[in-house]
């Protein structure tokens, strides 16, 4: 039986930086697969004059475009609010503005970011998520699974929230489709030794792979499972 699934990206290119192979899987056995992206992520860049903001962002959702084309992405949503200040906005207004999109499609599966990541718009959309999905009875979210993303999850300090993988999802056969729709999203990707590298990219699903038995994987955190 096939489900829906929504990923609740702070930014465009979260999607496949944090789970962009499982989306692949996802579409490819018939599930519906959406995205809603919460903030713009380009605002918050000093060095980019006012002039070319807008031409930066358009750019930005024409390579979300690609990429949901790539890994078979039925929907996108742009909630625009601003980059990397999501905490100057009172909680309430993005989880109203989530929970509009969360009406529309009802998903039973939500893929977010890790509450422990260094960029503080990741966790915001985690808490907004918890907030918007609260268990109550006629909740259609059944599923709520927190990814990592590179520059960000393995970024802050000791002391804060560590990302323990407790699920595997096998995406060997999907992972050139990951690096494809990454490669769509080549103004955000960075040259090696950075770890928003491709190299680096491919290197980590290898690596979360072999550590489940598989060629490679994409790992996540369980927020919460109802089965």
């Given amino acids: 039986m096939s489900e829906t699934i929504l990923v609740v990206a702070a930014h465009a290119d979260d999607e496949v930086l944090g789970c962009g192979g499982t989306l692949a899987r996802h579409a490819q056995e018939g599930d519906m697969v959406h995205v809603v992206f919460l ?19 358009q750019e930005r959702k024409n390579a979300a475009v690609e990429a949901q084309r790539i890994l078979g992405i039925q929907s996108a ?15 309430l207004d993005i989880v ?17 970011h890790h509450h422990g990541d260094l960029n503080i718009d990741h966790r915001i959309a985690h808490e907004a998520v918890l907030t918007a999905c609260r268990p109550q009875p006629g909740e259609s979210v059944q599923a709520i699974y927190a990814f990592e993303v590179m520059s960000a999850t393995e970024w802050n300090a ?28 080549h103004e955000e ?6 770890s928003r590298s491709l190299e680096h990219l491919r290197a980590l699903a290898v690596h979360r792979g072999m550590s489940a038995g598989v060629e490679a994987a994409e790992a996540f955190m369980v927020v919460r499972m109802l089965r």
């Fill in 77 to 91: 949503h742009y909630l625009d609010f601003p980059d990397n200040r999501l905490d100057s906005l009172p909680l």
């Fill in 39 to 57: 903030a713009d992520g380009v605002g918050s860049r000093s060095f980019t004059p006012p002039s070319a903001r807008c031409r930066e962002l």
């Fill in 189 to 194: 990707m960075r040259a090696p030794p950075h």
């Fill in 158 to 185: 000791p002391a804060a929230e560590p990302f323990l993988p407790q699920m595997h999802v096998n995406i060997a056969p999907f992972l050139d489709k990951k690096i494809a729709a990454l490669t769509a999203y």
């Fill in 96 to 112: 109203q503005a989530l929970e509009s999109v969360l009406k529309k499609i009802a998903p039973q599966v939500i893929y977010t």
